[in-house]
């Protein structure tokens, strides 16, 4: 039973974090490389996240593992959004396209970003 109560905590986050985000469950499947149906099932418990994915959600809602997980409190939205602690929600979104390119992939958009900057 205790099991239950620990995906439920997650999918009652991630549901809680999407909609303060004004997300569709399509939207955010989308911005985390998945499908809605998989999205549907953490926010309903019928599954949760693998522990290898917590840190990427949790990276996209700019919110440490421990708040995802239940572990800590969220932090509560202000106006109905999430607080973005990038610069602006430009910045936030290329970080989050960013964490899902693999190390080799990053490397080189760091090297472009660098010469654009310097040019």
Sequence with gaps: MHVMV??????????KLRKSMGLT???LADSLGT??????????????PPRKRLPHIAR??????DELIGDDDLPEP?????TVHHGNSRSA??????????EEEQ???LKQIKALAEG
Excluded: C, P, W
């Design 93 to 102: 979104h290329v970080l989050k396209l960013f964490d899902r390119l693999g």
């Design 35 to 48: 499908t809605q149906k998989v999205i549907t099932d953490y926010e309903t418990g019928r599954s949760k």
């Design 25 to 27: 469950q399509v939207q």
């Design 6 to 15: 620990y995906y439920m905590s997650i999918g009652e986050n991630i549901k």
């Design 107 to 109: 490397r080189v958009i």
């Design 60 to 65: 996209f809602f700019n919110i440490s593992v």
């Design 78 to 82: 202000t106006n109905g959004k999430a």
